[in-house]
């Protein structure tokens, strides 16, 4: 059973920037789609970004591009979500989501439904 655990949520000024991060356990092997998500109030939970367990293509919504950068420190099971130059539309509960054991991330990465494991979320909240 995958274990996914957030931290580095907060409050900022728009402009600011935050790093969420993202600490896993429980792997049975390391072959998984890693992404981050975020829910607003009164909205659908829509995809950020995502990226392979092994590497390759990184994925970003249109509406991070060049703001916000997924990583992972494989020696250390975490992911990270930097996030530079924040919007107040930016304020969300973000989670931390894996898919797999899968050889790559699907087409869909930005699908809720794809993933099967979730964290509890860590709020970001930015103000004008």
């Known amino acids: 059973q995958v274990q996914l655990v957030e931290s580095g949520g907060g409050s900022v000024q728009a402009g600011g920037s935050l790093r969420l991060s993202c600490a896993a356990s429980?792997?049975?092997?390391?072959?998984?789609?890693m992404a981050w998500f975020r829910q607003a109030p009164g909205k659908e939970r829509e995809g950020v970004a995502a990226i392979h367990t092994f590497g390759g293509r990184i994925y970003y919504a249109d509406f991070v591009k060049g703001r916000f950068t997924i990583s992972q420190d494989n020696s250390k099971n975490t992911l990270y979500l930097q996030m530079n130059a924040l919007k107040p539309e930016d304020t969300a509960m973000y989670y931390c989501a894996a898919a797999g054991p899968y050889d790559g991330c699907s087409g869909s990465w930005w699908s809720p439904s794809d993933y099967k494991y979730w964290g509890q979320g860590a709020q970001v909240t930015v103000s004008s």
């Open positions: 429980g792997y049975t092997n390391k072959r998984y789609c």
